[in-house]
């Protein structure tokens, strides 16, 4: 069994750049597909990203293509969240989960395994 944990959450100004990273631990990292959603109360998980089990494809939201980006390190069983000119909307709590479908799994209920999630506060 897989456990997560996202680090790197905080409180930042409009514009600036943030990047989360999230650490598996107790399973083999490399056999899963990976991927960042974020949550705001009162609503669902919101899918950001997903990146294959090599790291040789990813995939971005529509919506944050250009200022979202991801990118694992297996030899370091660390997946990271680069996010770029963040602004209010931006704000939520952040997690990264496992998942071991062989497709680009953009629905919460295909990851697995779930990290306890990272707050983000973006002020104007």
């Known amino acids: 069994q897989v456990q997560l944990a996202e680090s790197g959450g905080g409180t930042v100004q409009a514009g600036d750049s943030l990047r989360l990273s999230c650490v598996a631990s107790?399973?083999?990292?490399?056999?899963?597909?990976m991927g960042w959603f974020r949550q705001t109360p009162g609503k669902e998980r919101e899918f950001l990203a997903h990146i294959w089990r090599t790291g040789s494809t990813s995939y971005v939201a529509e919506s944050l293509y250009g200022r979202f980006s991801i990118s694992r390190d297996n030899s370091r069983n660390t997946v990271w969240l680069l996010m770029n000119n963040l602004g209010p909307e931006d704000t939520a709590v952040y997690y990264c989960a496992a998942t071991d479908r062989t497709w680009s799994a953009t629905l919460a209920e295909e990851y697995d395994y779930w990290g306890q999630g990272t707050q983000v506060t973006v002020s104007s």
């Open positions: 107790g399973g083999t990292f490399s056999a899963y597909a």
